[in-house]
Protein backbone atom coordinates (compact mmCIF):
# COMPACT_ATOMS: atom_id res chain seq x y z
CA UNK A 1 0.00 0.00 0.00
CA UNK A 2 1.50 3.41 -0.96
CA UNK A 3 1.91 6.04 1.92
CA UNK A 4 0.47 9.37 2.15
CA UNK A 5 2.83 10.85 0.24
CA UNK A 6 3.34 8.66 -2.20
CA UNK A 7 -0.47 9.32 -2.98
CA UNK A 8 -0.26 12.70 -2.49
CA UNK A 9 2.13 12.94 -5.67
CA UNK A 10 0.11 10.43 -7.52
CA UNK A 11 -2.91 12.67 -6.71
CA UNK A 12 -1.05 15.76 -7.89
CA UNK A 13 -0.22 14.39 -10.91
CA UNK A 14 -2.66 13.06 -12.48
CA UNK A 15 -4.80 15.90 -11.64
CA UNK A 16 -2.62 17.96 -13.87
CA UNK A 17 -2.73 15.28 -16.45
CA UNK A 18 -6.21 15.84 -16.75
CA UNK A 19 -6.32 19.12 -16.95
CA UNK A 20 -3.66 20.05 -19.09
CA UNK A 21 -1.34 22.03 -16.65
CA UNK A 22 2.17 21.56 -15.38
CA UNK A 23 2.06 20.75 -11.21
CA UNK A 24 4.47 23.45 -10.70
CA UNK A 25 1.72 26.00 -12.40
CA UNK A 26 -1.18 24.57 -10.31
CA UNK A 27 0.51 23.60 -7.12
CA UNK A 28 2.87 26.31 -6.70
CA UNK A 29 0.63 29.02 -6.01
CA UNK A 30 -2.26 26.89 -5.11
CA UNK A 31 -4.58 28.35 -7.42
CA UNK A 32 -8.48 28.63 -6.59
CA UNK A 33 -10.50 26.20 -8.68
CA UNK A 34 -11.74 29.21 -11.02
CA UNK A 35 -8.03 29.85 -11.75
CA UNK A 36 -6.96 26.19 -12.76
CA UNK A 37 -10.21 26.58 -15.13
CA UNK A 38 -9.62 30.15 -16.50
CA UNK A 39 -5.79 28.59 -17.51
CA UNK A 40 -6.41 25.23 -18.97
CA UNK A 41 -7.28 25.03 -22.41
CA UNK A 42 -9.14 21.66 -21.88
CA UNK A 43 -11.40 22.89 -19.05
CA UNK A 44 -13.97 25.82 -20.45
CA UNK A 45 -16.46 25.33 -17.06
CA UNK A 46 -16.86 23.78 -13.89
CA UNK A 47 -18.70 20.13 -15.10
CA UNK A 48 -15.18 20.12 -16.76
CA UNK A 49 -13.37 20.57 -13.66
CA UNK A 50 -15.71 18.16 -12.04
CA UNK A 51 -15.10 15.60 -14.75
CA UNK A 52 -11.31 15.66 -13.86
CA UNK A 53 -11.89 14.89 -10.80
CA UNK A 54 -13.78 12.02 -11.25
CA UNK A 55 -10.74 11.01 -13.64
CA UNK A 56 -8.27 11.48 -10.93
CA UNK A 57 -10.41 9.46 -8.10
CA UNK A 58 -10.95 6.99 -11.04
CA UNK A 59 -7.49 6.67 -11.53
CA UNK A 60 -7.02 6.06 -8.00
CA UNK A 61 -9.56 3.49 -7.48
CA UNK A 62 -7.72 1.88 -10.30
CA UNK A 63 -4.19 2.14 -9.64
CA UNK A 64 -4.48 1.95 -5.74
CA UNK A 65 -7.86 0.52 -5.29
CA UNK A 66 -9.05 3.34 -3.29
CA UNK A 67 -12.33 4.44 -3.69
CA UNK A 68 -13.15 8.13 -2.81
CA UNK A 69 -16.02 10.62 -2.73
CA UNK A 70 -15.68 14.25 -3.00
CA UNK A 71 -17.89 16.80 -1.86
CA UNK A 72 -19.09 19.99 -3.88
CA UNK A 73 -16.40 22.56 -3.97
CA UNK A 74 -16.56 26.21 -4.37
CA UNK A 75 -14.57 27.76 -7.20
CA UNK A 76 -12.85 30.13 -4.88
CA UNK A 77 -11.45 26.99 -2.98
CA UNK A 78 -7.67 26.57 -3.28
CA UNK A 79 -6.37 23.27 -4.96
CA UNK A 80 -4.23 22.69 -1.72
CA UNK A 81 -7.72 22.44 0.64
CA UNK A 82 -8.88 20.19 -2.62
CA UNK A 83 -5.28 17.91 -2.28
CA UNK A 84 -6.38 18.12 1.41
CA UNK A 85 -9.64 16.60 1.02
CA UNK A 86 -8.46 14.11 -0.97
CA UNK A 87 -6.13 12.82 0.77
CA UNK A 88 -8.96 12.93 4.35
CA UNK A 89 -11.09 10.53 1.69
CA UNK A 90 -8.09 8.17 1.17
CA UNK A 91 -7.49 8.24 4.88
CA UNK A 92 -11.27 7.29 5.20
CA UNK A 93 -11.53 4.69 2.91
CA UNK A 94 -8.47 2.85 3.99
CA UNK A 95 -9.12 3.10 7.56
CA UNK A 96 -12.54 1.32 6.42
CA UNK A 97 -10.23 -1.31 4.52
CA UNK A 98 -8.19 -1.91 7.46
Given amino acids: MADTGELKAYIQKKFCENVGLPAEEVFGPDLTLAAIISRSERMTNSVDLM ?21 ALALDTPISKVLEVFLQEVERSQGRAA
Fill in 51 to 71: ESFARTANALRKDHGIRIRLP
